[in-house]
């Protein structure tokens, strides 16, 4: 492989984005007391790992529009790394059903929703609304290991909408290559709708992050730094790089400080 390839690879596996909800999984463990199940957090990054490859395969043609070819370009590279992937995923589960048929089940529901995303992209908000329920359930696991609801209910509710604001601003840039291709915000409505909902999904986001803990502050008002521009269609990749930043000084800070 070159390195335009190597480079390619790395990116299809969005290994930023795999590890922001390994850590979610991380701070669910932390905040029930409950010691972290290394195997659990190992596979939810396989199951996250997958659901990535898995989209980026079946929207192979789609994502040409987006400037994303290597899927495209070189098919029997990026579907060995998908199956192996799929393998690797299915076996941790399976060895993880030994030790706690639970958690084991919460990923597996995570495997099949990898498996059929791509199919209801067509159904209304069914792609952000998917994304951002995924996104969170990593806080859920530790329900398999006797954690209660309770504790962490807020942030839960907190990451659902701060992931659904931020899935919307993408899908706002993203909305000429998507077009009938996916039901989304920007598509149902208007821009501007997208923009007001994507900025009160995200405030009232953070609000819950700083109730759950005070040393989400941090990242939260980043987050809001970044809206601040989001009704200036030139600023808008700004403040998509302010919101992701904004979500890692907000789970760094849970792990760190908390």
């Excluded at 995570?110 to 990593?138: C, D, H, N, Q």
């Excluded at 954690?147 to 706002?172: N, Y």
Aim: aromatic share 12%; charged share 15%.
């Amino acid at each position: 492989m070159n390195k335009k390839t190597v480079i390619q690879l790395i990116k299809a596996f969005r290994l930023p984005e795999c590890f922001l909800v390994v850590a979610l999984g991380f701070i669910g463990f932390k905040y029930a007391e409950i010691q972290p199940h290394i195997l659990t957090l190992v596979t939810l990054f396989f199951v996250i790992s997958v659901t990535m490859l898995q989209n980026d395969w079946r929207d192979r043609i789609h994502d040409l529009k987006k400037g994303k070819r290597l899927a495209y370009e070189k098919p029997s590279l990026f579907l060995f790394w998908l199956i192996l992937f799929w393998v690797i995923c299915l076996v941790l589960i399976g060895i993880l059903f030994l030790e706690n048929a639970i958690a084991a089940g919460i990923l597996a529901l995570g495997v099949l929703l990898a498996a059929i995303y791509s199919e209801i992209r067509r159904l209304p908000l069914a792609s952000v609304a998917f994304v951002s329920i995924s996104v969170a359930t990593a806080l859920l696991i530790p329900l398999a290991f006797g954690a209660s609801f309770k504790e962490i209910m807020p942030l839960f509710f907190a990451t659902i909408l701060i992931m659904f604001g931020r899935e919307t601003l993408h899908d706002i840039a993203d909305k000429k290559a998507d077009g009938e291709y996916k039901k989304t915000i920007p598509i149902l409505i208007n821009d501007r709708f997208a923009r007001a909902i994507s900025a009160i999904a995200l405030v009232v986001g953070c609000g819950l992050a700083i109730f759950f803990s005070i040393y989400t502050i941090i990242g939260s008002l980043f987050i809001m730094w970044g809206l601040l521009g989001i009704n200036k269609e030139a600023r808008l990749i700004k403040v998509r790089k302010k919101v992701d930043v904004g979500l890692v000084l907000l789970c760094l800070s849970l792990i760190a400080l908390g």
